[in-house]
């Protein structure tokens, strides 16, 4: 059974660009959620999809987006990057409500 | 609002020692808490989840207690080895919403 898969592993980009990151949960989950880790804040929750639909959204500007398509797969969205954007950010996806959570191995961005 | 606290923030023992990893949490209102595992750069690796109606969890050399009355959780690990070196994350589930709050983090070393 595949895991959660994260899309690139690595990326490198220059403040004020934009960026797409992506999660394909694991089958049959519909639930996905994502994270943002830093050294500072540690994992801080970004938001959650579940059926197409953003469920919970957490304490972070309108420049962080995301979306959920018909087959659970999610993207998240980052626009006018900025030095403190440099982070691993986590994908993590659940069947429904109380299962837990299965986490990706998160996409490393690092701004420049 | 939801805090989640881990102490110690590092530890480092002998290989073959048994020991405890503490998590506490501020509103007891839960519904599930998981422990993770987080090697140096790598993503999520769920160990245990606990519901919030049952008291432990075990898997292996593992055992997670819940205490919802006190806000606390301990993470047992037996006869430990150096492959279990690595830092490990305690995350409240809350009821209604599927955001997950993490402490801060275990960074556990075992010498061999």
């Known amino acids: 059974k595949a895991g959660v898969t994260q899309t690139p592993r690595y990326l490198i980009k220059t403040r004020g660009q934009q960026v797409t990151l992506s999660c394909s949960p694991i089958?049959?989950?519909?639930?996905v959620s994502w994270y943002q880790q830093t050294p500072g804040q540690g994992l801080q929750f970004l938001f959650e999809?579940?059926?197409?639909?953003?469920?919970n959204k957490g304490n972070f500007p309108g420049r962080f987006s995301g979306r959920q398509f018909s087959n659970s797969r999610s993207e998240m969205n980052v626009s006018t990057l900025e030095l403190g954007d440099s982070a691993l950010y986590l994908c993590?996806?659940?069947?429904?409500?109380?299962?837990?959570?299965?986490f990706g191995s998160g996409t490393r961005l690092t701004v420049v | 609002k939801q805090e989640v606290t881990q102490i110690p923030a590092a530890l480092s023992v002998p290989e073959g020692e048994n020991l405890v990893l503490n998590c506490s949490f501020t509103?007891?209102?839960?519904?599930?808490l998981q422990w993770f595992r987080q090697d140096p750069g790598k993503g999520l690796t769920s160990l245990l989840l606990?519901?919030?109606?049952?008291r432990e969890q075990t898997s292996g050399r593992l055992n997670a207690s819940l205490d919802k009355s006190s806000g606390r959780s301990t993470l047992y690990i037996a006869a430990s080895q150096p492959g279990d070196s690595a830092t490990y994350l305690c995350?409240?589930?809350?009821?209604?919403?599927?955001?997950?709050?993490f402490g801060k983090g275990t960074k556990l070393t075992v010498n061999p």
């Open positions: 993590a996806s659940s069947p429904r409500t109380g299962n837990g959570y299965t």
């Open positions: 999809y579940f059926s197409e639909t953003q469920r």
């Open positions: 606990i519901q919030s109606s049952q």
């Open positions: 509103d007891s209102a839960i519904y599930n």
């Open positions: 995350a409240v589930g809350q009821g209604g919403s599927e955001k997950l709050v």
């Open positions: 089958s049959g989950h519909r639930s």
